[in-house]
């Protein structure tokens, strides 16, 4: 479908299944254009800097996973105002995504899901 760009194994089919869920989005509502709602709080970088903490205690003591990186990424995406550095941090987050459909992937045979 697509010229080979990516060689990371996996993030082409990854790319291709968020291209798919792209396009859908556009046919269902269209170009969309919302404030970050990011950044507004001293509350949302302390939320940020726990959830920093608690990724890497759970990783030092064994039982660290996925849902533990992705939860940080997304806290330090949200505590961020400046937009340059929020689109790093939501790149990040898009990169994990990569990586945990990647480690499920190589898990079982991976499925199309249903439209």
């Given at each position: 479908?697509?010229?080979t760009l990516f060689t990371t194994p996996g993030v082409k089919d990854f790319?291709?299944?968020i291209d798919a869920e792209r396009q859908a989005q556009l046919s269902k509502w269209g170009e969309?254009?919302?404030p970050d709602g990011t950044g507004v709080s001293p509350?949302?970088?302390?939320?940020?800097d726990n959830a920093r903490d608690m990724c890497q205690q759970a990783f030092a003591e064994g039982r660290g996973d996925w849902a533990h990186i992705l939860f940080e990424e997304i806290r330090e995406a949200l505590a961020e105002s400046d937009p340059a550095?929020?689109?790093?941090?939501l790149t990040q987050i898009a990169a994990v995504c990569a990586a945990w459909v990647h480690d499920l992937?190589?898990?079982?045979?991976?499925?199309?899901?249903?439209?």
């Amino acid at each position: 479908m697509y010229p080979t760009l990516f060689t990371t194994p996996g993030v082409k089919d990854f790319a291709e299944a968020i291209d798919a869920e792209r396009q859908a989005q556009l046919s269902k509502w269209g170009e969309q254009h919302h404030p970050d709602g990011t950044g507004v709080s001293p509350e949302q970088r302390k939320l940020a800097d726990n959830a920093r903490d608690m990724c890497q205690q759970a990783f030092a003591e064994g039982r660290g996973d996925w849902a533990h990186i992705l939860f940080e990424e997304i806290r330090e995406a949200l505590a961020e105002s400046d937009p340059a550095k929020l689109r790093t941090e939501l790149t990040q987050i898009a990169a994990v995504c990569a990586a945990w459909v990647h480690d499920l992937d190589s898990r079982t045979e991976p499925s199309t899901p249903a439209a």
